[in-house]
């Protein structure tokens, strides 16, 4: 019954949140990038016509950058930046793509950390997304900025840190800052915050006093008394609210939303018995306001439930002409077609549903119902792979459900403190949207492209390589960014990081001997022998074992193609040189290939004592000591690896499943947990997570992790350890 009451996903900021990140967001966005522009793709404005703030901003840098002040212009495209991701996030937002305006939020937090706007923006979005933690974080950071330059506090911040408390069940917390927002900006607004809060904490004595206050200084209208209503019935206080309702509509019988407010509360309170009296007053509120879809809504349920279908269809049908992206409705007509026998229109119905619920959390995660029966429907007529997939969502989205239950402190109890709804996208906004990320792109890609080549230029390769990263991600098709971003990336011995990037600049330039070297050497420190041997193989004449690409070629050859020929190579370099700790490390790794144990350990021990630090000879060790049964021995390396910071997620899985085999169980839960973090794509990661887990008795997060790892099953995934760096030579490249 409670989702025919809600109204929508209320907007997250109160009245005191900036018009900002209201609508305008997504158009303001698109005048600001009217004229930015650079190089070939420079528009011409008219010289009456102002420059942007964006605009200045990006002719700036590039105009520094010519005149060779880098430190100037850098400063000048962060800003930018900052600025235009920040006007792109809260774009995505305010479309109800909160998931894909985090990352953009983020990048743009990175580039600007203190900016207040920027900060405000964010939480209020986390709000309106149902990411209590995030926005909690955010309105704080937001108050600390301000206290630290000197400002006071600002009434939104104040408002939105109450809210995400509210929303994580911190309701004695969110009080006191609901009372300084009162005291802060004493009026209507922050007072009846106030009474919603103490509501929430079941405290109707303060709420009831705050009541009689605001009713002396605002007066005995309907509306209050409509406002009061509202607050009491999503407490779940419903008797005082259908007391409060009353008295609104005996004051003006005509109040848009009082008759509705009243039936929802009738039916929210009792359910089916109580609906001979809610329908009519949703008839009444009908003749009051034709054109409201949640009133259809209401009575749809009604008349499903009561088996009058033609009428529910028919009311549910006008719902969704005056509120297209009503889920609420297609929920309930996927029901009626269910129950009908119209197979073909339930599917549809859910379809669309699913379709349009753009925040999976919104009303209580409602959509976790559709995927559900959807699943069924599927299965039943026979399509049983979509099926098991549309339950296998629904389960994951109801294990969502019972985390957020689970964080609350009074059951069901959601505050709300706006009557608008958050805007939902619509196809000409999403058109709108994409454009607008299509045509900022370049500029974006061009000014982390301009930061790349100034970091690289100083030889800090990584921070060069994050900034390339991002230019390939904004427009993958700017000049030669891939081959900047993979020589940056292998520069600062981010191996890993380097691979894609250096596999698709070989792609476009496979005479590019360079690059070859460089792609084979990254394959090589991350173990991946097989494509070293396929990547350097037409290098194979040009050559020396002697040199490091060379060895890395004949070590490859012999672990993962050519045994026989790679290791009487290695042999031979071994005997011309037996000091040299690698050669024997890729003999050792060649051994273990064919399952020869134990020369495999002997020469990897030999490795270790020339070079005590070595990760990959550790690693490679603790290996063979698990074949050869030595698991006290193996347990030991990969402590010292992990205890060393390794980046392995492998190092971590192994020691976990070799803690948790000996009962170190909380232990093992440590260290599982960062193989996942760091590699979240392996199913087997999260099969041993979920194992331990049951073993501490964490039920909800063991079902969580096996709910993960049956979804991952088939894409598991190894990666290897990192190993110290390999030539220097990358560092004099240029990066013009």
Known sequence: MRAIACEGRKAATSAWVRPSVRDAWLFSAALLLTGVSHGAYATEQSPSSPKSSLQQHYDEAFRLQEEGDLARADAEH????????????????????????????????????????LNLDYAGAALDGFDWGRAKTLASTTLELLKSSGQPADPAAISLLAQAMMGKGEYKEAVEQFKTLATLQPGFESSYALAGAYLALGDKANAAKIFSDIQGKFGDTADFHFKVGRLYGQATFYEDAIHEFKKAIAKNDLLPGAHFSLGATYMMQTGEPSYNEAEPELRKELAVDPR??????????????????????????????????????????????????????????????????????KNEYEVERAHFCLGRLLIKTGNLTEGRKELDISRDLLNEKAQQAESRLHGNTVFKLQDGKTHEANPEDVEALEKLESDAGHMIASSYDSL?????????????????????????????????????????????????????????????????????????????????????????????????????????????????????????????????????????????????????????????????????????????????????????????????????????????????????????????????????????????????????????????????????????????????????????????
Not at 320 to 349: N, R, V, W
Not at 610 to 625: E, G, H, N, V, Y
Not at 709 to 718: D, Q
């Open 78 to 117: 962060k800003v930018f930046l900052a600025m235009l991701l920040h006007q792109i996030a809260n774009a995505r937002a305010n479309l109800g793509k909160y998931a894909h305006a985090v990352p953009v939020y983020d990048e743009a937090l990175g580039l600007m950390p203190e900016s207040i706007d």
């Open 292 to 361: 409201q879809p949640l009133t259809y809504i209401a009575l749809g349920r009604i008349e499903l439930i009561q088996r009058r279908f033609g009428d529910a269809e028919s009311d549910l049908k006008r719902a969704i002409e005056f509120d297209p992206l009503s889920t609420a409705a297609y929920a309930l007509l996927g029901q009626l077609y269910t129950e009908l026998g119209k197979i073909d229109d339930a599917e549809a119905a859910f379809r669309k549903q699913i379709a349009i619920t753009l925040v999976p959390a």
């Open 452 to 736: 790349g080549v100034h970091a690289a230029t100083a030889g800090d390769f990584g921070t060069a390589a994050g900034y390339f990263r991002r230019a390939a991600h904004w427009d993958f098709k700017l000049g030669n960014i891939d081959n900047k971003w993979g020589r940056a990336a292998f520069a600062a011995g981010d191996y890993s990081d380097a691979v894609g990037p250096l596999q698709r600049a070989l792609a476009l330039h496979p005479e590019d001997d360079g690059i070859r070297s460089m792609l084979g050497m990254s394959l090589f420190v991350i173990q991946d022998y097989a494509q070293v041997f396929q990547v350097l193989q037409p290098m194979e004449a040009t050559l020396d074992a002697k040199t490091p690409v060379g060895l890395a070629y004949v070590g490859s050859m012999a672990i993962a193609r050519n045994y026989e020929k790679g290791m009487a190579q290695l042999l031979s370099l071994e005997t011309a040189h037996p000091e040299e700790e690698e050669i024997h490390r890729l003999i050792g790794e060649a051994y273990a290939s064919r399952k020869l144990y134990r020369q495999a350990s002997q020469e990897l021990r030999t490795a270790l004592r020339l070079q005590p630090t070595s990760a990959a000879a550790k690693f490679a060790l603790a290996r063979i000591d698990l074949d050869l049964g030595e698991k006290t021995q193996a347990q030991t390396l990969l402590s010292e690896l992990a205890r060393a910071g390794s980046k392995d997620d492998a190092v971590y899985y192994l020691l976990g499943h070799l803690q948790y085999q000996s009962g170190l169980i909380k232990a093992a839960v440590d260290n599982l947990e960062t193989a996942v973090k760091l590699n979240k794509d392996n199913a087997a990661y999260h099969r041993e997570l979920a194992e331990a887990y049951r073993k501490i008795d964490r039920p909800r997060d063991a079902e969580s992790e096996l709910q993960k790892s049956a979804t991952l099953e088939s894409k598991s995934t190894h990666t290897a350890p990192e190993q110290d760096p390999s030539p220097q030579s990358a560092r004099t490249t240029q990066w013009r």
